[in-house]
């Protein structure tokens, strides 16, 4: 099974994006902000326990949602600024031992991503990004989320909630 880490947004955010990616038919795993990509975490769920014992040194984190960017003609996305995040990315990949990918982590949420054979029209869907979904918002995050893909090609769904440290506030 393969598996990511991500961090939930604000309901009623998440609600606007799911809405805006429907009116492009765009369907895919549920808006969040990527921390570690399938592809660097096992395809055993091993990597947990370690994630957990982590998570317990982490107070809450800070989570400012800004502006809509793009990543070359193939991913739209809402630009995040987090220092703490890009913290705990590192904090884990150091922890597990994991592959970094050579581009580094930019903390990002998509809206849409260009597949093969599924051409979409990024001007057309930024231009709505920008009304629907600035200004963005700021908040707090209390916990991460391990994603999952129960078989291979279907969509990841969430796995198991790990809750950050709130005595540390």
Known sequence: ?????????????????????????????????TLIPPPALPDDDFFIKEIIEICKEIPPIRVNLDNIGQFGKRVLYVSVDSPDLISLNDKIYENLNLEKEKRGYTPHLTIAKERRGKPISFDEIKSRAEILLIPAPHYTINSIVVYHQPKERSIYVPYMKIPLNQEER
Not at 16 to 25: C, D, G, T, Y
Request: net charge positive; hydrophobic share 40%.
């Open 1 to 33: 099974m393969k598996y990511f880490i991500g961090i939930e947004i604000p309901k009623i955010y998440k609600t606007k994006i799911e809405m805006l990616r429907a009116e492009f038919k765009f369907f895919t795993t549920e808006p969040h902000i």
